[in-house]
């Protein structure tokens, strides 16, 4: 398993997140991955095992609008109830969207 330290900013910053048929949302995002963490809404909301790959798809403009992401579980935090997310694969523009999307914010 090869997993990259990340080299650019993070945004707290909450982006809806469509993973196993239910709805989520990001605690952080960066051009390199993410934080998906529970809510209070979403407490039945079960962390995938570290090391595992999910799929999922944010919705940054609309409903028709989302960018598909496989990614790497990399840790759980029991503070924040939640997993970090590596993006292991995602198409080249949505991940300089991404990183437009954190610099603009910042």
Known sequence: MRIEKQSNQRIDYGILVHHNHKRRMTGDLSPEGCFIKKREWDKDMEL??????IDFSFE???EDDY????????????????????FK??????????KMFVKDYL
Do not use: T, Y
Request: hydrophobic share 40%; glycine share 10%; net charge negative.
């Open 48 to 53: 995938a095992p570290i090391g595992s790959e």
């Open 60 to 62: 940054f403009l609309n």
């Open 67 to 86: 960018i598909d992401v496989v990614g790497q579980v990399i840790h759980h935090c029991a503070d924040e109830d939640g997993m970090g997310i590596w």
């Open 89 to 98: 694969r995602i198409d080249d523009r949505d991940k300089e969207f991404i």
